[in-house]
Every structure is written in C-alpha cells, then in structure tokens.
C-alpha cells in the first residue's frame, strides 16, 4: 500500500485574553490546519498541521502567528515515521 508522506507539525498557540474563539475561526480557513481544538491551561488553542514540506509547515506557522489576536505560538514538529493512532 503506498502511502503519502506528509511533513506534520502541532502548533501550540496563546492568544490575547478573550480572542480564542475568533482565532480558533479563522483557523478553519486555512487548508494545512487539519485539527484545532480550544483548550484550558497554558495554551489557549492546539493546532495539528499537515503539508507536503517542512518549508510550506513554516510558511503555515507564520501564517498563524500573524493572524489577529495571536500572541505567541510554540511549534512542535513530528518525527516522521515515529507515531501511532488508535
């Protein structure tokens, strides 16, 4: 079975107080964020990125970081190869 490898990153993200609701909506309009979940706790919102390269993961991250009312964002990328799903 052939499978497409993908670069995937999780990109942890605070945003102003009160804005992650209108971040978490405008996160739905980009097409690499395949998941994103508002959470409690030291981040506000959690997003899992999926893109062909690394370099079109950065060009994501910078994408997210420049939206309106995000403050601060930490990228965390995934060994390829070193996952499990259940």
């Not at 209108?22 to 690499?32: G, N």
């Not at 508002?38 to 939206?67: C, H, M, W």
């Amino acid at each position: 079975m052939w499978v497409a490898r993908v670069a995937l990153a999780i990109v942890l993200i605070n945003t102003e107080i009160g804005g992650e609701l209108d971040v978490f909506e405008k996160l739905k309009s980009i097409k690499a964020v395949r998941e994103a979940y508002i959470t409690y706790g030291t981040f506000d919102i959690v997003a899992k990125i999926e893109s062909p390269t690394l370099s079109e993961i950065q060009k994501v991250v910078n994408e997210i970081r420049n939206l309106k009312g995000v403050r601060s964002t930490l990228t965390l990328i995934a060994v390829e190869g070193k996952h499990f799903q259940r």
